[in-house]
C-alpha cells in the first residue's frame, strides 16, 4: 500500500498539483494531481521525473565553515555575529541577502522581514529579478499594484491567443497543453506567436511572426494606433476607468508605417493580419513572458500590451485581458512578500511614507528601510566595489545565472563574508562560501507556493531531513534570534509564518490594496496542513472574491483609475562590424535553472545531452561550422565553446544558447559569461534577449564521445559535456592538440584500474580510434574518437554500460560502434517520458502511423506530458515528404 501527498511540483510558475507515493520498498513515484486546478492530472517531463532527483548525492548534509564540518550553533553564531559586526561598522546597506524564486513563501516572508524590518536595508532581491520584475514594473505603473488579472482559464476561453516572448511548449508544457487541447477541441481559435525563432510553440500558431529582438514595443504601439482607427476601442472604458490615453496614443500614432516595418522586422501583410486578428476578436488573451521581460526595454513592452488592452476594454472578463506567464514556481509568492528590492511586503509599496510605517507598526520593529535597495545587478556591483561587505545567498546559483556571470564570480569570491544556503555540496556557487548551510529540498520542507494566477497551494514534505539539514526559514530565524530580535523571529513552524502573511495582508486594508488573504490569520496548524490550493484575493469576513480583477475598473492607483503610459520604441540593435551576431538565451524542454535539480536524472538528459547553439545555415556556412561541429561564442565580456545546431528555426545574424549550463557540466558553457550587465532603466531586469557577439568555427584536432560507470574526472579536453545517463555517464570531447596516450588518459579520467588492459582499435588514415574498458562482463568505460564529430549511436553505447559482456562478439560490436540486429539504435531521444527515440518513430511511421495520434498508440511517445508532441509531428511530415519525393 502506498502513502500518497498531495504537493505542488517546484519548477514552472504553472504550480501544478502532484500527487508524490511512497511504496513498501520506500520507493517514490510521482503523478499529476487530478484535483488540482492548474493542471487537473497533467504533467510535464520534469515533473514526471521528480521521483529521479531527490536522491542524497551530492548533497550538503551538515553546517560547513571554511569548508570543514561545524555545528549547527557555531554556524548559525558565526552568521549572526559577523552579521552584526557589519552593520555596527559599516551600516545597515553593507550588509544583503540574494533569494530566489525556489524558495516557499515562509522562507521568503522571513528574509524579508529580517533585513527590511530589523536590519533596516531594503538590499534583499531574488533572482525573479531576471525572471519577472519587468511585468511588476510595469503592472505597478499601469494598474497601481502588481496585479494578474487573469487566470488559467481565459486561455481556454479566448478566441485569440497572442503568445509573445513565451515558447509556451518547453517553458510551460501543461499551460502549453491546456491551451493546445482548447484549440483542438475549438478549431475556430487563434493562436499567435510573436517570436524571432521557430520553436516548438509555433507547432500550434495560425501566424508567427518572427520579430526582431526587442521590436515588441513598436509592434503594439502600431497595434493601439490601428484599434484607435477601429470599433474595437472602448471609449466608455477608457473615459471611465483610464488616464493618459491621449498621451499614449499621440506617441503610437507618431511611428509611422514604414517605421513600423523597419523596427519589427516584418512583413506588410503579416502586420495588417495581426491587426485584423487583434481588433475583430473581443476575447483575446495576450501572454508573455522572459522575450518581453528580459530587456533593456521590458518594461515598457509591457505597458506597450497593457495600453491596447485597456484601449479596448478587454481586460478582467473571461477570455479577455494580458497574462504575464511568471518563470519560477514561486516568484509571485516572493513578490507578494516583498521579495524584491524595491517592495514592501504584502503588495504594498517602499516608497509610501504610510505603507513603510504600517509594515514597521505590524512588525514592531525597530526600523524600516526608507528606500529602495540595490537591484541583482547593481548589488552585485556594490559585493564588487565593497560596499556590500556581509551577503547571503539563498536557493540560487548567481555566478551562472547572472549576466556578466565571471564578474559576478569575481565579487563573490572577493567579498568579505559570504553565507549560502543550498542543497548541494558542489554548485558554481557555494564554492566561494564562507559558511555553508544544508538546507532542505522539494519533498522534505513544508510551506506555500503562488502561481501565475495567483494560485496558492501547498508543498508537502513527505520525506525525512537529510543529515542535519534543516528549512530556510528556521535558518533565518535562528540567526535573528542571535542578532537580537528572539520576540519577532519566534516562529516554530511553517503554519505561524503564514498566519502571520495572512494577517499582514489584511491588516489596515480598506480595499485599496489587492493582496489580500486575511481570512487565513488565524489558520490552525491543522487547517494549513489541509489547506486546499486557492487564489487570493480571500478578505477576513467576506465571501470568495472574484477570480478576476478590473472588469468594471477598481484599480489600485489612488483615484482607482489605470494608467495608460507612452512608450518610446528603443534601439533595437546592438550589432557592429566587431559583433556582428545577436545571441538570445533561453531555456530547453527537459532542463531547469542550473541543472542541480534536472541534472540528476538521466532521462532529462537524454533529449539534449550538451549545450549547444542554435545558427542559420547560411550563417554557418560563413563561419566555416557544420552541423554538430563547435562554435565559439565571444563578447567583451566573456567567450564559450558549445555544440552546433544549424536549423533553419533560427533567424539568420541571431544564435540561441540555452542558459543551463556551468562548470560542473561541462568546460566553457556558462553562457552568461557572455551576456553584457545592460538592464531596463526601470525594473532592473537584464537584457537577456539580445545581446551582441561574434561568433566562429572552433577547430578541434579530435572529437569523442565516452560512455563511462563513473563521473569522469579532471577532464582534460578543450571541451567537454557530461550528462547523467542509465547506467552511468555520457560525456563529449574535443580537443585542440595531441594526446600523448590515450590509455593513460581513460585512466585518469575515467578512475579505472591500471592493472585493466583495453580492448582498442584504431585507424591510421582516417584518425578514429576506440577504447573500452571492461571488469569481468560488465563495461567500465568507451572511447569513441574521431577527427570529425563521431558518429556514433548514442542511446545504443549508453545501453552498453547495462548490457552484459561475456562473449567477444558484443565486446567487438561495441569497439566497431555498430549496433547489432539484437540491440538496433533507437536513435536520438525525442520522447523523454517514454523514452522513445528518431528511429522508432521514423520505424512506426514507415509502418503506417501518419500522425501523433497513431505514433502515440504504437510507442507511447507524446501521450504523457505532450512537450514532444510538435517534435513527433516533424519527423512524420519529415518522412512522408521524402516518401513522396
Given at each position: 500500500m502506498?502513502?500518497?501527498?498531495?504537493?505542488?511540483?517546484?519548477?514552472?510558475?504553472?504550480?501544478c498539483?502532484?500527487?508524490?507515493?511512497?511504496d513498501?520498498?520506500?520507493?517514490?513515484?510521482?503523478k499529476?494531481?487530478?484535483?488540482?486546478?492548474?493542471?487537473?492530472?497533467?504533467?510535464?517531463?520534469?515533473?514526471?521525473?521528480?521521483?529521479?532527483?531527490?536522491?542524497?548525492?551530492?548533497?550538503?548534509?551538515?553546517?560547513?565553515?571554511?569548508?570543514?564540518r561545524?555545528?549547527?550553533?557555531?554556524?548559525?553564531?558565526?552568521?549572526?555575529?559577523?552579521?552584526?559586526?557589519?552593520?555596527?561598522e559599516?551600516g545597515?546597506?553593507?550588509?544583503?541577502?540574494?533569494?530566489?524564486?525556489?524558495?516557499?513563501t515562509?522562507?521568503?516572508?522571513?528574509?524579508?522581514?529580517l533585513?527590511?524590518?530589523?536590519v533596516?536595508?531594503?538590499?534583499?532581491?531574488?533572482?525573479?529579478r531576471?525572471?519577472?520584475?519587468?511585468?511588476?514594473?510595469?503592472?505597478?505603473?499601469?494598474?497601481?499594484?502588481?496585479?494578474?488579472?487573469?487566470?488559467?482559464?481565459?486561455l481556454?476561453?479566448?478566441?485569440?491567443?497572442?503568445?509573445?516572448?513565451?515558447?509556451?511548449?518547453?517553458?510551460?508544457?501543461?499551460?502549453?497543453?491546456r491551451?493546445?487541447?482548447?484549440?483542438?477541441?475549438?478549431?475556430?481559435?487563434?493562436?499567435?506567436?510573436?517570436?524571432?525563432?521557430?520553436t516548438?510553440?509555433?507547432?500550434?500558431?495560425?501566424?508567427?511572426?518572427?520579430?526582431?529582438?526587442?521590436?515588441?514595443?513598436?509592434?503594439?504601439?502600431?497595434?493601439?494606433a490601428?484599434?484607435?482607427?477601429?470599433?474595437?476601442?472602448?471609449?466608455?472604458?477608457?473615459?471611465?476607468?483610464?488616464?493618459?490615453?491621449?498621451?499614449?496614443?499621440?506617441?503610437?500614432?507618431?511611428?509611422?508605417?514604414?517605421?513600423?516595418?523597419?523596427?519589427?522586422?516584418?512583413?506588410?501583410?503579416?502586420?495588417?493580419?495581426?491587426f485584423?486578428?487583434?481588433?475583430?476578436?473581443?476575447?483575446v488573451?495576450?501572454c508573455?513572458?522572459?522575450?518581453?521581460?528580459?530587456?533593456?526595454?521590458?518594461?515598457?513592452?509591457?505597458?506597450?500590451?497593457?495600453n491596447?488592452?485597456?484601449?479596448t476594454?478587454?481586460?478582467?472578463?473571461?477570455?479577455?485581458?494580458?497574462?504575464?506567464?511568471?518563470?519560477?514556481?514561486?516568484?509571485?509568492?516572493?513578490?507578494?512578500?516583498?521579495?524584491?528590492?524595491?517592495?514592501?511586503a504584502?503588495?504594498?509599496a517602499?516608497?509610501?511614507?504610510?505603507?513603510?510605517?504600517?509594515?514597521?507598526?505590524?512588525?514592531?520593529?525597530?526600523?524600516?528601510?526608507e528606500?529602495?535597495?540595490?537591484?541583482?545587478?547593481?548589488?552585485?556591483?556594490?559585493?564588487?566595489?565593497?560596499?556590500?561587505?556581509?551577503?547571503?545567498?539563498?536557493?540560487?546559483?548567481?555566478?551562472?545565472?547572472m549576466?556578466?556571470?565571471?564578474?559576478?564570480?569575481?565579487?563573490?569570491?572577493?567579498?568579505?563574508?559570504?553565507?549560502?544556503?543550498?542543497?548541494?555540496l558542489?554548485?558554481?556557487?557555494?564554492?566561494?562560501?564562507?559558511?555553508?548551510?544544508?538546507?532542505?529540498?522539494?519533498?522534505?520542507?513544508?510551506g506555500?507556493?503562488?502561481?501565475?494566477?495567483?494560485?496558492?497551494?501547498?508543498?508537502?514534505?513527505f520525506?525525512?531531513?537529510?543529515?542535519?539539514?534543516?528549512?530556510?526559514?528556521?535558518?533565518?530565524?535562528?540567526?535573528?534570534?542571535?542578532?537580537?530580535?528572539?520576540?519577532?523571529?519566534?516562529?516554530?513552524?511553517?503554519?505561524?509564518?503564514?498566519?502571520?502573511?495572512?494577517?499582514?495582508?489584511?491588516f489596515?486594508?480598506?480595499?485599496?490594496?489587492?493582496f489580500?488573504?486575511?481570512?487565513?490569520?488565524?489558520?490552525?496548524a491543522d487547517?494549513?496542513?489541509?489547506?486546499?490550493?486557492?487564489?487570493?484575493?480571500?478578505?477576513?469576513?467576506?465571501?470568495?472574491?472574484?477570480?478576476?480583477?478590473?472588469?468594471?475598473?477598481?484599480?489600485?492607483?489612488?483615484?482607482?483609475?489605470?494608467?495608460?503610459?507612452?512608450?518610446?520604441?528603443?534601439?533595437?540593435?546592438?550589432?557592429?562590424?566587431?559583433?556582428?551576431?545577436?545571441?538570445?538565451?533561453?531555456?530547453?524542454?527537459?532542463?531547469?535553472?542550473?541543472?542541480?535539480?534536472?541534472?540528476?536524472?538521466?532521462?532529462l538528459?537524454?533529449?539534449?545531452?550538451?549545450?549547444?547553439?542554435?545558427?542559420?545555415?547560411?550563417?554557418?556556412?560563413?563561419?566555416?561550422?557544420?552541423?554538430?561541429?563547435?562554435?565559439?561564442?565571444?563578447?567583451?565580456?566573456?567567450?564559450?565553446?558549445?555544440?552546433?545546431?544549424?536549423?533553419?528555426?533560427?533567424?539568420?545574424?541571431?544564435?540561441?544558447?540555452?542558459?543551463?549550463?556551468?562548470d560542473?557540466?561541462?568546460?566553457?558553457?556558462?553562457?552568461?559569461?557572455?551576456?553584457?550587465?545592460?538592464?531596463?532603466?526601470?525594473?532592473?531586469?537584464?537584457?537577456?534577449?539580445?545581446?551582441?557577439v561574434?561568433?566562429?568555427?572552433?577547430?578541434a584536432?579530435?572529437?569523442g564521445?565516452?560512455?563511462?560507470?563513473?563521473?569522469?574526472?579532471?577532464?582534460?579536453?578543450?571541451?567537454?559535456a557530461?550528462?547523467?545517463?542509465?547506467?552511468?555517464?555520457?560525456?563529449?570531447?574535443?580537443?585542440?592538440g595531441?594526446?600523448?596516450?590515450?590509455?593513460?588518459?581513460?585512466?585518469a579520467?575515467?578512475?579505472?584500474?591500471a592493472?585493466?588492459?583495453?580492448?582498442?582499435?584504431?585507424?591510421?588514415?582516417?584518425?578514429?580510434?576506440?577504447?573500452?574498458?571492461?571488469?569481468?562482463?560488465?563495461?567500465?568505460?568507451?572511447?569513441f574518437?574521431?577527427?570529425?564529430?563521431?558518429?556514433?549511436?548514442?542511446?545504443?553505447?549508453?545501453?552498453?554500460?547495462?548490457?552484459?559482456?561475456?562473449?567477444?562478439?558484443k565486446?567487438?560490436?561495441?569497439?566497431?560502434?555498430?549496433?547489432?540486429?539484437?540491440?538496433?539504435?533507437?536513435?536520438?531521444?525525442?520522447?523523454?517520458?517514454?523514452g522513445?527515440?528518431?528511429?522508432?518513430?521514423?520505424?512506426?511511421?514507415?509502418g503506417?502511423?501518419?500522425?501523433?495520434?497513431?505514433v502515440g498508440?504504437?510507442?507511447?511517445?507524446?501521450?504523457?506530458?505532450?512537450?514532444?508532441?510538435?517534435?513527433?509531428?516533424?519527423?512524420?511530415?519529415?518522412?512522408?515528404?521524402?516518401?513522396?519525393?
Amino acid at each position: 500500500m502506498s502513502a500518497e501527498t498531495k504537493t505542488t511540483c517546484p519548477y514552472c510558475g504553472v504550480g501544478c498539483g502532484v500527487i508524490a507515493s511512497i511504496d513498501d520498498r520506500g520507493q517514490v513515484s510521482v503523478k499529476g494531481d487530478p484535483d488540482h486546478p492548474a493542471n487537473y492530472g497533467r504533467i510535464c517531463s520534469k515533473g514526471s521525473a521528480l521521483a529521479e532527483t531527490i536522491d542524497l548525492d551530492g548533497r550538503v548534509l551538515h553546517p560547513e565553515i571554511h569548508g570543514q564540518r561545524a555545528s549547527w550553533d557555531a554556524a548559525l553564531d558565526l552568521v549572526a555575529a559577523r552579521f552584526s559586526q557589519t552593520i555596527a561598522e559599516h551600516g545597515p546597506d553593507s550588509a544583503a541577502f540574494y533569494v530566489s524564486g525556489q524558495l516557499l513563501t515562509e522562507d521568503y516572508y522571513v528574509a524579508n522581514k529580517l533585513m527590511k524590518g530589523f536590519v533596516g536595508s531594503a538590499n534583499i532581491d531574488t533572482n525573479s529579478r531576471l525572471c519577472m520584475s519587468s511585468s511588476v514594473a510595469g503592472h505597478r505603473r499601469a494598474f497601481g499594484s502588481d496585479t494578474v488579472p487573469g487566470t488559467y482559464e481565459d486561455l481556454e476561453l479566448a478566441d485569440l491567443v497572442i503568445l509573445t516572448g513565451s515558447n509556451l511548449a518547453w517553458c510551460h508544457p501543461v499551460l502549453y497543453q491546456r491551451l493546445a487541447a482548447a484549440k483542438a477541441a475549438r478549431p475556430s481559435m487563434k493562436v499567435v506567436v510573436i517570436d524571432p525563432r521557430r520553436t516548438m510553440t509555433c507547432d500550434i500558431a495560425d501566424l508567427h511572426l518572427a520579430i526582431r529582438p526587442d521590436g515588441d514595443v513598436a509592434l503594439f504601439m502600431g497595434l493601439l494606433a490601428r484599434l484607435v482607427q477601429s470599433p474595437a476601442i472602448d471609449q466608455n472604458f477608457i473615459a471611465t476607468h483610464t488616464e493618459g490615453f491621449g498621451e499614449a496614443f499621440a506617441e503610437a500614432s507618431a511611428l509611422e508605417f514604414g517605421d513600423l516595418l523597419d523596427r519589427t522586422g516584418l512583413p506588410a501583410m503579416q502586420l495588417r493580419e495581426f491587426f485584423r486578428l487583434f481588433e475583430t476578436t473581443e476575447k483575446v488573451v495576450t501572454c508573455y513572458s522572459q522575450g518581453v521581460n528580459q530587456s533593456s526595454s521590458g518594461t515598457d513592452k509591457v505597458n506597450a500590451i497593457l495600453n491596447c488592452h485597456l484601449a479596448t476594454g478587454r481586460i478582467g472578463r473571461p477570455g479577455m485581458g494580458p497574462f504575464s506567464l511568471t518563470g519560477q514556481p514561486n516568484a509571485m509568492g516572493g513578490r507578494e512578500v516583498g521579495g524584491l528590492a524595491n517592495m514592501l511586503a504584502a503588495h504594498m509599496a517602499i516608497e509610501s511614507g504610510s505603507d513603510r510605517e504600517r509594515v514597521r507598526r505590524f512588525w514592531n520593529a525597530p526600523t524600516i528601510a526608507e528606500r529602495p535597495g540595490l537591484k541583482a545587478v547593481d548589488m552585485f556591483r556594490a559585493v564588487a566595489d565593497g560596499r556590500i561587505k556581509a551577503l547571503w545567498i539563498m536557493a540560487t546559483n548567481p555566478v551562472v545565472s547572472m549576466p556578466d556571470a565571471d564578474a559576478v564570480e569575481a565579487a563573490i569570491k572577493a567579498c568579505p563574508f559570504v553565507v549560502v544556503s543550498d542543497m548541494l555540496l558542489e554548485t558554481d556557487t557555494t564554492r566561494h562560501a564562507h559558511v555553508l548551510l544544508p538546507s532542505l529540498g522539494w519533498g522534505e520542507k513544508d510551506g506555500t507556493v503562488t502561481n501565475s494566477e495567483r494560485r496558492i497551494s501547498r508543498q508537502r514534505g513527505f520525506l525525512p531531513a537529510p543529515g542535519d539539514a534543516r528549512p530556510d526559514w528556521w535558518q533565518m530565524t535562528e540567526v535573528g534570534r542571535r542578532m537580537g530580535f528572539a520576540e519577532a523571529f519566534a516562529f516554530t513552524s511553517p503554519a505561524e509564518i503564514f498566519a502571520e502573511h495572512a494577517a499582514l495582508s489584511g491588516f489596515e486594508n480598506d480595499g485599496s490594496r489587492d493582496f489580500d488573504i486575511g481570512a487565513h490569520r488565524q489558520i490552525a496548524a491543522d487547517d494549513y496542513d489541509a489547506l486546499p490550493p486557492f487564489q487570493w484575493p480571500q478578505p477576513e469576513g467576506s465571501a470568495p472574491q472574484t477570480t478576476r480583477f478590473f472588469a468594471q475598473g477598481g484599480f489600485f492607483h489612488a483615484d482607482g483609475k489605470a494608467r495608460f503610459v507612452p512608450v518610446k520604441t528603443p534601439a533595437y540593435d546592438r550589432r557592429d562590424a566587431q559583433f556582428p551576431f545577436t545571441l538570445n538565451t533561453g531555456r530547453i524542454r527537459d532542463q531547469w535553472h542550473t541543472m542541480t535539480r534536472t541534472g540528476k536524472s538521466a532521462r532529462l538528459s537524454a533529449h539534449i545531452a550538451e549545450p549547444f547553439a542554435e545558427i542559420h545555415p547560411r550563417d554557418a556556412l560563413e563561419i566555416g561550422v557544420g552541423d554538430a561541429g563547435l562554435v565559439e561564442i565571444e563578447s567583451p565580456h566573456g567567450k564559450v565553446i558549445l555544440r552546433a545546431l544549424v536549423t533553419e528555426r533560427q533567424a539568420r545574424g541571431s544564435l540561441f544558447v540555452p542558459m543551463h549550463w556551468n562548470d560542473r557540466f561541462a568546460a566553457k558553457a556558462r553562457v552568461d559569461t557572455v551576456v553584457a550587465p545592460v538592464t531596463d532603466p526601470i525594473s532592473g531586469q537584464p537584457a537577456s534577449k539580445n545581446v551582441a557577439v561574434a561568433a566562429r568555427a572552433f577547430k578541434a584536432s579530435h572529437y569523442g564521445f565516452a560512455v563511462s560507470a563513473a563521473r569522469p574526472q579532471h577532464l582534460d579536453a578543450a571541451y567537454w559535456a557530461l550528462a547523467k545517463a542509465d547506467g552511468g555517464w555520457r560525456t563529449e570531447l574535443a580537443f585542440d592538440g595531441p594526446v600523448e596516450d590515450w590509455t593513460d588518459w581513460c585512466r585518469a579520467t575515467f578512475d579505472l584500474p591500471a592493472d585493466i588492459e583495453p580492448l582498442g582499435y584504431a585507424d591510421r588514415t582516417s584518425g578514429d580510434r576506440r577504447l573500452a574498458f571492461f571488469d569481468g562482463d560488465r563495461l567500465l568505460a568507451a572511447l569513441f574518437l574521431a577527427r570529425q564529430p563521431v558518429a556514433v549511436a548514442r542511446n545504443w553505447a549508453i545501453a552498453q554500460l547495462v548490457a552484459e559482456h561475456g562473449n567477444l562478439r558484443k565486446r567487438f560490436a561495441l569497439v566497431a560502434g555498430r549496433p547489432g540486429r539484437d540491440a538496433p539504435d533507437p536513435g536520438a531521444t525525442v520522447c523523454s517520458c517514454f523514452g522513445v527515440g528518431v528511429n522508432q518513430i521514423v520505424g512506426a511511421v514507415r509502418g503506417g502511423c501518419h500522425s501523433v495520434e497513431a505514433v502515440g498508440k504504437t510507442l507511447n511517445a507524446g501521450t504523457n506530458c505532450g512537450s514532444c508532441r510538435a517534435e513527433i509531428r516533424g519527423i512524420i511530415n519529415a518522412c512522408l515528404t521524402a516518401a513522396a519525393e
